[in-house]
């Protein structure tokens, strides 16, 4: 159970946090657990009980359409759902007889391929407008190459708080914004960008559909972010989408910029 909760914690704060916008609506979590709506205060309170069983972001098309039925404009888009699946006291007895298992903390620095102050690896991405960027090209400039997804919702969420924390303050600087989605069609990124207007993200994002030049730089959960200063070196890493995190990323372009 303590290792249920342990994860939950973890997962909860990867999900949950960002910026509100004043002037353009952002995305929201919409958290159902039992077939109900519930707050994310709701939620911690069930991860403090060790009650969460699952948690999932994300629903099916036939999902989504039974709780637009039940919820209505309440519900939002399916990609910022988080399903939670909660422990029945079949489960409960079953896990009384298990013994109790070691907790093991999560390192996601074994994801990484390059880390703080290696060389960042060259790469030509192809982007979504159809021009092609090599990162070597930039030296002299501070680079922000953040690996990202369409099906990854803190992906999507980070991307909202971008225009205003990062490209907006960092504009006409020595700074490069590449963001390169891993592992998906041109078609696939296209139609999400085209979505994510509404929330003011309108920039041109880079393709890695085989995943070649994630590869270099890491593995595992996304979104991650890498800084590299104007001499090509690695200065800091972002991994996942907590509250403040892109504000910490903020902070290191300024220090790699001055």
Avoid at 160 to 174: A, C, N, R, V, Y
Avoid at 226 to 251: E, M
Wanted: with cysteine.
């Amino acid at each position: 159970m303590k290792t249920i909760t342990f994860i939950f914690f973890y997962l909860l704060y990867s999900f949950i946090g960002f910026a509100q916008e004043k002037t353009v609506a952002k995305p929201e979590y919409v958290i159902v657990a039992n077939n109900e709506i519930i707050s994310k205060e709701k939620l911690e309170e069930y991860g403090r009980l060790g009650s969460i069983k699952a948690m999932n972001k994300g629903v099916s098309d036939e999902e989504w359409e039974n709780l637009v039925a039940r919820f209505g404009e309440k519900i939002g888009e399916r990609d910022f759902i988080i399903k939670i699946d909660l422990v029945t006291k079949d489960d409960s007895a079953v896990l009384k007889k298990q013994p109790e298992k070691k907790i093991e903390a999560i390192n996601l620095e074994n994801e990484l391929k390059l880390k703080l102050n290696d060389l960042a690896s060259n790469f030509t991405v192809d982007m979504l407008d159809g021009a092609p960027l090599t990162l070597s090209d930039f030296k002299g400039k501070v680079v922000l190459v953040n690996f990202w997804a369409t099906w990854c919702a803190p992906c999507l969420m980070e991307f909202t708080e971008f225009p205003d924390q990062i490209l907006k303050p960092f504009s006409g600087k020595d700074f490069i914004f590449i963001p390169i989605s891993i592992g998906e069609s041109k078609e696939t990124v296209q139609r999400k960008m085209a979505q994510l207007k509404k929330y003011g993200v309108n920039f041109n994002v880079g393709l890695d559909p085989h995943k070649k030049i994630w590869d270099q730089y890491a593995t595992g959960s996304i979104p991650k972010s890498f800084v590299i200063d104007k001499n090509g070196t690695i200065r800091y890493i972002s991994i996942g989408n907590a509250d403040g995190s892109v504000a910490k990323l903020a902070a290191e372009i300024k220090k790699s910029i001055e």
